[in-house]
């Protein structure tokens, strides 16, 4: 009997150390004692993204919604016991008042470089945080943004908070919907040139190699004729748009001006009349969940497909 409680006892004294979890986030290596008990999560695609993987009863709270999106029917009854603590980027405060414990965020998705809140300015206030795949480029080098990306943080949240069979079921099941789905449809005769807008009058806010809609556009089909820009999300000159002539526009719905108006002022405008998209009236709409690293991805693809085939 002692010798079976000596065991215990050692075993017991080893659990720690066997429970600890260490993922990679951006150029950080970070460990996991346990689960974390009270996450906060920033923007709504990262929030979609606890939730599929049914991790709210881990979470205390989200933010940076509000200020910029509202939350659709879904998002919204996942998280409908949880308050939004702050409708843009949270302070190092408004977290710490939280007793958060956990911080899954990005850079320009809820920090920023130099700024207040960052891992190692939270790291005294017991905060660990985990960042979103996508916007590593923001703090050093990165491939560029790719499907993988999402699977990437699908796999690491799963193992922080020790629910990896979650994630493994998520990802086959994407996986095999896009892989299905993609099978129905004809193939294409060349990829056609696709712009991204976001936004911007003077200069187009636009999507670089490094955001997501490089890879959406990619898996769907086409090929982004800004993916040899060097950057994510990111602005360029309207004459470089006009110039490369895409064949389709992409339009990120978000925001206080409409997906309409912003189709409408490119196809009103006089300089842009010639684009091949403009003259075919190519237009397709993406909500700005879909364009974003998360689980609104594959349908994302999805429609793009369609699109592209002029379905």
């Known amino acids: 009997m002692k010798t079976a409680i000596l065991t215990l006892a050692a075993l017991l004294a080893a659990s720690p150390a066997l429970a600890q979890t260490t993922v990679q986030s951006c150029d950080r290596q970070v460990t996991f004692d346990a689960p ?10 990262l929030i979609e993204m606890m939730l599929v993987l049914g991790l709210t009863d881990h979470m205390v709270g989200y933010t940076g919604v509000s200020g910029w999106v509202k939350l659709d029917a879904e998002i919204a009854a996942g998280v409908e016991e949880l308050p939004e603590l702050s409708s843009h980027y949270p302070s190092r405060e408004v977290l710490i008042g939280a007793d958060a414990d956990f911080y899954f965020a990005g850079w320009n998705y809820g920090m920023r470089v130099g700024g ?122 309207w004459e470089a748009v006009v110039e490369r002539n895409p064949e389709v526009i992409v339009i990120i719905d978000y925001g206080e001006v409409s ?18 998209a403009v003259r075919n009236n190519r237009f397709v709409v993406l909500d700005y969940v879909e364009a974003t690293p998360g689980p609104r991805n594959i349908r994302a693809v999805m429609t793009l497909a369609e699109a592209f085939r002029g379905e």
């Open 259 to 276: 997906a309409e108006d912003k189709q409408a002022f490119i196809a009103t405008h006089p300089a842009f009349a010639e684009i091949d």
């Open 36 to 45: 974390p008990q009270a996450a906060i999560a920033n923007d709504i695609n």
């Open 116 to 237: 207040e809140v960052t891992p190692e300015t939270l790291a005294p206030f017991g905060i660990q945080v985990y960042e979103l795949t996508e916007s590593c480029i923001h703090i050093g080098d990165k491939d560029p943004a790719s499907i993988a990306d999402l699977y990437n943080d699908l796999r690491n949240l799963a193992a922080i908070f020790n629910v990896p069979e979650r994630a493994e079921a998520l990802i086959a099941g994407y996986q095999a919907e896009l892989a299905t789905f993609l099978e129905t449809l004809p193939a294409l005769d060349h990829a056609p040139r696709v712009f991204v807008y976001d936004s911007g009058e003077d200069v187009p806010f636009t999507a670089g190699r490094y955001a997501m809609p490089n890879a959406l556009i990619e898996a769907a089909g086409g090929v982004n004729i800004l993916d040899d820009i060097e950057g994510s999300w990111t602005t360029v000159g």
